[in-house]
């Protein structure tokens, strides 16, 4: 194997910076609109997120120094400056079907806009009965009446895809895109499908699970066709309040495996569906667990560790639900050496789906932004799994990494001659995959579809070209970035004791 790449931090020139502010507050915008489907108006959770969300624009005002901010929906994407937003985009679905409905192109903010100002807008957008309300002509009064200040709409052609395409129902109905489209619509089905079951559950209503499998069908001739697109939109999807991006991650490392595996079509739909709701019993754990930033005490570890259980049983209760997924969301924390949780009064060996989503589960973990960790590259993600194999079933944890390789698809790196590429597919050997040029430096950009695909180890222009290193879109906490914190998520995820303090 040749020599370990080393890591690319990005995020550090101006232009960087006021992209990831401008970013960072159109993302907790979009998840804001989410939580207001799950609380009461006055709820103090809900509130607690717009306050961030207002503090968050001022953020990106000062990061950008404009005296405001406008933020365009067009062509199903949400954009600054032209610029495509994928984090928000992804998770924005919503957001961008209400613009469609309603007509607005972009909405402009200033820095009056606080949290009560953000909460009086979602609302507006979100009242079925105020949709005579939308019109150039009647918009800046209902504003001033709702006290809905330093805030403005534009209407006009947004260019958005047709809004059922991104919603769950009709998951299957691909609309003609541009590159990448097709990919980006089918996420945002997925995180759209996930999102509606998180607030379905929180509500105590019924999930809609033909809506999920719609989602992960979909998804799967995705990746019979295309598998590094879908992947590749997957390290954009940050992180959210509902987990929604961790468990799209692990359902779409998990078909990856199992498509490997030859598993058929029924089998991939079971596989995809479990990673998908493997999470979704934290939707009755108190968001002030499951959100909470530092160390959780032992009663608080305790409320936490009952997600598990939580979720099948709340997967139980649901209509037609096999039982495939069932096992997922009551097994991903259990370990074959004994260890882990829930610690059933029956001992019994869990499904080889449940063991190949617990594997996906703290791969996708360590290799995700946390608040108080950076994101761990693949390898160091693995090298921390190997250390910690006993926790993993042999077959399935092996299986995994002759699969995704050194350098997972999706992953993006510097090579040799400067330039930036997309891993979109494996090569000869899990060192040398076949890589997609990005034209552009800017850490955001994605690979035209007839870009140049290259083989790592191959001679280009008299050059045998290496990977140089891998590019990570964020550093995430830097300053609390240590060792024993990196031990402490393997030890969260694998043997189920509390982290240390701070983490």
């Keep these: ?30 998840v804001a609109i989410v939580d207001a489907e799950i609380h009461a108006p006055n709820d103090h959770a809900l509130e607690a997120h717009l306050v961030a969300t207002a503090r968050a624009l001022r953020e990106a005002l000062s990061a950008t120094a404009g005296a405001t901010l406008v933020l365009a929906c067009h062509g199903g994407r949400i954009l600054w400056d032209g610029v495509d937003l994928v984090s928000a985009s992804l998770q924005g679905s919503r957001l961008l079907r209400i613009a469609a409905e309603r007509g607005i192109a972009s909405f402009t903010f200033d820095v009056q806009v606080d949290g009560r100002v953000l909460g009086r807008l979602i609302e507006l957008l979100r009242d079925p009965r105020a949709k005579e309300a939308f019109r150039p002509q009647a918009i800046d009064m209902v504003l001033r009446a709702r006290g809905i200040r330093g805030v403005g709409l534009a209407f006009g052609q947004t260019g958005a ?24 619509a089918g996420y945002q089905a997925m995180t759209a499908a996930l999102q509606d079951s998180h607030v379905r559950a929180t509500r105590g209503r019924e999930i809609e699970l033909d809506a999920t499998r719609g989602v992960v069908e979909r998804a799967v001739a ?14 954009y999807d940050d ?21 490997a595996a030859h598993a058929s079509e029924e089998q991939l739909l079971l596989v995809g569906t479990a990673g998908m709701l493997h999470d979704i019993g934290k939707s009755h754990v108190p968001q002030e667990v499951l959100f909470k930033q530092g160390r959780l005490d032992d ?41 882990g949780y829930p610690r059933p009064a029956i001992p019994f060996d869990p499904s080889g789906i449940s063991k190949l989503v617990r594997v996906c589960d703290v791969f996708e973990a360590l290799t995700a932004v946390r608040p108080y960790k950076r994101d761990l590259t693949p390898l160091e993600a693995l090298a921390v799994m190997h250390r910690e194999a006993k926790g993993f079933d042999p077959h399935w944890f092996r299986f995994f990494v002759q699969t995704i390789g050194v350098y997972p698809i999706g992953t993006r ?14 090569g000869i050997a899990i060192d040398r995959p076949v890589v997609r040029l990005i034209g552009s430096q800017s850490v955001d950009d994605l690979p035209a579809a007839d870009a140049r695909e290259l083989t790592i180890g191959d001679r280009v222009d008299d050059l045998v070209l290496t990977i ?13 970035d240590a060792s024993d914190r990196i031990a402490a998520v393997m030890q969260h995820a694998c043997l189920g004791k509390p982290t240390p303090r701070g983490s």
């Design 239 to 259: 992180i959210d309040r509902f987990t929604v991006g961790h468990s799209v991650r692990v359902a779409l490392l998990a078909l990856q495996v199992a498509r």
């Design 1 to 30: 194997m040749s020599e370990l790449p080393r890591v690319d931090e990005t995020g550090t020139d101006a232009a960087t910076r006021r992209r990831e502010a401008v970013a960072a507050f159109a993302h907790d915008l979009v």
């Design 161 to 184: 895809i047709a809004a059922p395409a991104i919603t769950p129902q009709t998951a299957l109905r691909a609309p003609a895109v541009p590159a990448l489209g097709q990919a980006m």
């Design 299 to 339: 009663d608080e570890w305790r409320v936490m560790a009952e997600h598990p259980r939580l979720g099948a049983e709340l997967l139980l209760e649901q209509k037609d639900v096999h039982k495939a997924a069932i096992g997922a969301a009551y097994c991903h924390h259990m370990a074959p050496n004994g260890l």
């Design 222 to 235: 995705t990746m019979s066709t295309a598998p590094s697109d879908l992947l590749a939109l997957a390290v």
């Design 413 to 426: 790196v510097r090579l040799s001659n400067g330039d930036r590429a997309l891993v979109v597919r494996q």
């Design 468 to 480: 140089d290193a891998v590019v990570r879109r964020r550093s995430g906490a830097q300053a609390v």
